[in-house]
Structures are given as C-alpha cells and as structure tokens.
C-alpha cells in the first residue's frame, strides 16, 4: 500500500475538505473515490471534465433540493435513506482541475460484517439474483421475506419523495441501491447522477435489466433527436418496479424464453428488453414464459413461474405489477407511481404470517384470504384458528363506517400501532417516535386470542350496539368471529370486525 497522502481543499461553500490521495477507494465508470482521513466521508473526482450545465445541476442537487428534501418535517429519516452529496470540491492534479463531490461514507450495515465477503458492500445484485443468492450468498445474509417487504418500503418511500421534488434518478437499479436485508433497510446511492429539471440528464441511460423499454427504443438517437427518450420521472417507475418485484420473488420480470433475434445478441437483447418486452408472466401471452428445463439449478425454484407465480405477494402488489409490466410496460403514463408501491407494499406487511414450518428459508407467507391458507414457499399449511381485523372508517362525522379495504392479519405477540387505529396516521417518513410506540398486542391465551390494550383511552367492544363496553389500559378483549372492536371516538377512528379462519 502506498504512503498516506493527505490532500486538503476549500470546496466552493467553503468548507475545508481532505481526503487520502494515495490510494483510490473505488474507480466506477464515472469517478474515482478517495476516503477522508477519518473515513467519515469520501471525495469523488469526475474522470471526465464536467461543464457548467452539469456543475450548476450538481450545485441545485447539493444546496437546493437538499434543503428542500431534509429540513421538513422528517428530513432526518429520509436523509438515512439516501447518501446524499453534501459539497462541490476542484482538485488542480497533475495539471488538471477535477471536479469532485463529496458524500458521507455508507453506514456499516450496508457491509458485510462476515463471511466471504467481509467488507464488501451489500450492493442490491446479491439479494435479487437467483443465481447468487442461491449459489453464493451465505444463508445467515439473506434476510426473511419480511426483510425485503421492508427493503421495498425504504426504497419506494425514498423514490416517492425525490419524485415530489421534482428529481428523477438516471440509473435506478440494484447497482446503486444499498440494501440490508437483515434489518430491511436501504440506501439509495450515486446521488450527484438525477435528473434535475431544467437541466439536461448526465450521459448515463441506465443499467442493463432496469433500463425502460422506450429509453432502449431510441438508444441509438441523437442526443439532439426530439424523439429520444431519457430517464425521467416515468423511466424510473419501470426501474421501481423491477427493483420491487426482483427482491420479493428473485428473478427478472422480462427475462423469459423468448428470443427475439436468434443471430444477433446485441440486437437480440435490444429487442426483448425495449419494443418486445414482455412480462415473463403475462397471464395471456405465454411467448416469454421461462422454459424451466433450460434453466440452471440455481435459478430454480425461484424461476419457475408456475411453482412461485407473482400472485404470491398478496392482493395489493398484484395489480401493481399488472399496471407495471402489462398496462404501462410500453405505456410509460400507466406506471404505478412510488407512493402506489410505498401503500401497496405497507398493507402487504399487514397481511404477512410467519410460516409453521421452522425450516422455511423465507419464514413469512402473504395471507392469501382462503380458508386454508399455506405458505407458498415451502408449502406448510396452517394450523390452528387465525383471527383477521377488517378495519372500517367514516368518510365524515355522521356517516356510517365502509369497508377500507385494508386489513391485519394476527399471530401472536404482533403489535397494534397509531396507523392502524386512525386513518389520519400514516406510517411513512413524518412519523413520530411517539406514534411509533405500539398501542396494542395479540396474544394467544389459554388457547384464545386476545387483544391487550396498551395505551388506548378509548376503545370499546361495540359488538351488541346496545350495550359499548369500554376496554381500559392494561385489559384485554377476545378475538372471537364477528367481534366488532371501536379503537377511539373521533370521526377518524377505526372500526375493526373480526373474522375467524379456523384449519
């Protein structure tokens, strides 16, 4: 290794800056990295000179939409979600003024801490692919189902709200998405590449497998070609849900048997990913599904469609992925939007159980509202009585209670939150610690469920209309087929009727 070589500079806010010039970090296609002597953060120098457009597009990105994204209302857990640059340096070297940015260095769960790849960064490829997860990756570093239910959370919520200012990422993809399926957590990375409105995008189209199929239509245009497409808001919404869909079911949403040109690969992959894409699960076009006895030992079970269909992720991601990979697959204003996701993907994790079966490498299953529920996975069924919550709510003071669509499935020890006893509480970004604390829990007691109030002043057992019984802290009511539970008084309090699935 060679001799540390401290270089200090004034970045353009004045902030003093220094950095490790004896050895790069990392040399992408784009920059090379250097780490600060403390290692708190790092300097990326650009390899090619950047012009004004694209230094006044870093300066918005740093200054302007940095202020915008993290000094509102829960700015400080969406700026965990990101590893935003945080200043614009000039480096003069070796007769060369290079333009760097600098960020914070990744927080240590997004590396791994042991096993074969001690070090290395979690980089989203290794939890998406079959073929690694199956083949390489070390089983105490996969993560539950659960696990990635929460990684997508993270990443559609972060997605959600760099859309609402405006900012689209250039090349969304497990390339540059940190993730830690250990504690469901990500990281959305190479920050200084959006799309800044106003401001022509930097020369990136995007990574193969999430690159949108109009963007590799017009690949080969002019830039200056009014008809090329480039990323954008809508191009990133195809990124999303590919990103979604590869960490709940492992493999590719496009990449099936179809061959579209069989003598020319390039052309060959021009064609299915871009004017002839097709959803491998297309429910009436079967031309791209997967041929099963071509795939690789690796790849299965999870590239069998018909053993691991997508239906599996429940009753709000289904039409999603519909929406995403039939409707607005070349229909890029059909797209589900990152905020449909973050909803879809917050009511799934209501609907999960943890499967019986104590050697189910994915441990949680989608309640799929049968009778005789069984986890997709490894086949376990159910058994036992599990209670369901169907939640009601009033539209306004006098109205009578409608069915939301949204309910919670019960096992025991599960915790009731804030979110789930009032409509006007949701759980996204701007949630408080206060409303994070549980307000209830499920317990199976003496061979019945109950529910134990925690915190709530006003619930009631409003089963007989005629008689409310008001349950108070520290008491319980049972879980019993019918119950109707009210959890507050104000017009935006829940209403939850219980239903029993018994197997």
Same mark, same amino acid.
């Given at each position: 290794?060679?001799?540390?070589?401290?270089?200090?500079?004034?970045?353009?806010?004045?902030?003093?800056?220094?950095?490790?010039?004896?050895?790069?970090?990392?040399?992408?296609?784009?920059?090379?990295?250097?780490?600060?002597?403390?290692?708190?953060?790092?300097?990326?120098?650009?390899?090619?000179?950047?012009?004004?457009?694209?230094?006044?597009?870093?300066?918005?990105?740093?200054?302007?939409?940095?202020?915008?994204?993290?000094?509102?209302?829960?700015?400080?857990?969406?700026?965990?979600?990101?590893?935003?640059?945080?200043?614009?340096?000039?480096?003069?070297?070796?007769?060369?003024?290079?333009?760097?940015?600098?960020?914070?260095?990744?927080?240590?769960?997004?590396?791994?801490?042991?096993?074969?790849?001690?070090?290395?960064?979690?980089?989203?490829?290794?939890?998406?692919?079959?073929?690694?997860?199956?083949?390489?990756?070390?089983?105490?570093?996969?993560?539950?189902?659960?696990?990635?239910?929460?990684?997508?959370?993270?990443?559609?919520?972060?997605?959600?709200?760099?859309?609402?200012?405006?900012?689209?990422?250039?090349?969304?993809?497990?390339?540059?998405?940190?993730?830690?399926?250990?504690?469901?957590?990500?990281?959305?990375?190479?920050?200084?590449?959006?799309?800044?409105?106003?401001?022509?995008?930097?020369?990136?189209?995007?990574?193969?497998?999430?690159?949108?199929?109009?963007?590799?239509?017009?690949?080969?245009?002019?830039?200056?070609?009014?008809?090329?497409?480039?990323?954008?808001?809508?191009?990133?919404?195809?990124?999303?849900?590919?990103?979604?869909?590869?960490?709940?079911?492992?493999?590719?949403?496009?990449?099936?048997?179809?061959?579209?040109?069989?003598?020319?690969?390039?052309?060959?992959?021009?064609?299915?990913?871009?004017?002839?894409?097709? +959803?491998?699960?297309?429910? #009436?076009?079967?031309?791209?599904? &997967?041929?099963?006895?071509?795939?690789? %030992?690796? !790849? $299965? *079970?999870?590239?069998?469609?018909?053993?691991?269909?997508?239906?599996?992720?429940?009753?709000?991601?289904?039409?999603?992925?519909?929406?995403?990979?039939?409707?607005?697959?070349?229909?890029?204003?059909?797209?589900?939007?990152?905020?449909?996701?973050?909803?879809?993907?917050?009511?799934?994790?209501?609907?999960?159980?943890?499967?019986?079966?104590?050697?189910?490498?994915?441990?949680? +299953?989608?309640?799929?509202? #049968?009778?005789?529920?069984?986890? &997709?996975?490894?086949?376990?069924?159910? %058994?036992? !009585? $599990? *209670?369901?919550?169907?939640?009601?709510?009033?539209?306004?003071?006098?109205?009578?209670?409608?069915?939301?669509?949204?309910?919670?499935?019960?096992?025991?020890?599960?915790?009731?939150?804030?979110?789930?006893?009032?409509?006007?509480?949701?759980?996204?970004?701007?949630?408080?610690?206060?409303?994070?604390?549980?307000?209830?829990?499920?317990?199976?007691?003496?061979?019945?469920?109950?529910?134990?109030?925690?915190?709530?002043?006003?619930?009631?057992?409003?089963?007989?209309?005629?008689?409310? %019984?008001?349950?108070?802290?520290?008491?319980?009511?049972?879980?019993?087929?019918?119950?109707?539970?009210?959890?507050?008084?104000?017009?935006?309090?829940?209403?939850?009727?219980?239903?029993?699935?018994?197997?």
């Amino acid at each position: 290794m060679s001799d540390t070589k401290i270089v200090r500079l004034t970045a353009l806010d004045g902030s003093s800056i220094e950095f490790d010039s004896s050895e790069a970090i990392g040399s992408g296609a784009m920059k090379d990295v250097y780490f600060s002597p403390d290692k708190s953060y790092v300097v990326g120098f650009f390899r090619k000179e950047q012009d004004n457009n694209s230094r006044e597009r870093l300066e918005r990105i740093i200054n302007t939409y940095a202020k915008q994204l993290f000094e509102k209302e829960g700015g400080e857990n969406l700026r965990k979600l990101f590893c935003w640059p945080t200043h614009i340096v000039e480096w003069q070297h070796k007769g060369i003024t290079k333009l760097g940015v600098v960020a914070p260095t990744y927080r240590s769960n997004f590396f791994f801490s042991s096993g074969r790849f001690k070090g290395k960064e979690k980089e989203g490829k290794w939890f998406a692919s079959p073929k690694l997860r199956n083949k390489i990756l070390d089983d105490d570093q996969k993560g539950t189902w659960l696990n990635y239910l929460q990684v997508c959370i993270k990443i559609s919520r972060a997605v959600k709200r760099m859309h609402a200012a405006g900012l689209a990422h250039s090349d969304l993809s497990y390339k540059n998405v940190l993730v830690d399926p250990l504690k469901g957590d990500a990281c959305i990375i190479d920050i200084d590449g959006l799309v800044v409105p106003g401001k022509f995008p930097p020369d990136v189209v995007g990574t193969p497998d999430f690159i949108a199929p109009e963007v590799l239509e017009t690949v080969a245009l002019a830039k200056t070609d009014p008809s090329k497409k480039v990323p954008s808001i809508l191009t990133d919404r195809h990124a999303l849900a590919v990103l979604i869909y590869m960490y709940l079911l492992y493999r590719h949403p496009l990449r099936g048997g179809m061959i579209c040109d069989p003598d020319d690969s390039a052309r060959d992959e021009e064609l299915c990913m871009g004017r002839e894409a097709l +959803f491998i699960e297309h429910p #009436t076009n079967r031309k791209n599904r &997967p041929v099963v006895k071509n795939l690789e %030992k690796f !790849e $299965l *079970p999870q590239g069998d469609v018909d053993k691991l269909p997508y239906t599996l992720c429940g009753p709000y991601l289904k039409p999603l992925f519909d929406k995403a990979f039939i409707d607005g697959l070349h229909d890029p204003s059909k797209r589900p939007s990152a905020d449909d996701w973050e909803k879809a993907l917050i009511k799934t994790v209501d609907l999960i159980q943890p499967c019986q079966n104590p050697q189910c490498k994915e441990k949680w +299953f989608v309640f799929d509202n #049968t009778t005789k529920p069984v986890c &997709p996975f490894c086949g376990t069924a159910y %058994k036992g !009585e $599990l *209670p369901i919550l169907n939640f009601y709510y009033r539209p306004r003071p006098n109205d009578s209670f409608r069915f939301e669509n949204a309910r919670l499935m019960v096992f025991s020890k599960q915790s009731l939150y804030k979110w789930h006893i009032d409509k006007n509480i949701h759980p996204n970004e701007k949630l408080t610690d206060a409303d994070k604390k549980p307000v209830g829990d499920f317990h199976l007691h003496h061979g019945s469920w109950i529910l134990i109030n925690r915190c709530m002043d006003d619930l009631y057992d409003v089963s007989d209309a005629s008689n409310k %019984k008001q349950i108070p802290i520290g008491q319980s009511v049972p879980l019993t087929e019918g119950r109707k539970i009210l959890f507050g008084t104000s017009v935006s309090s829940r209403l939850c009727v219980v239903q029993i699935v018994k197997n």
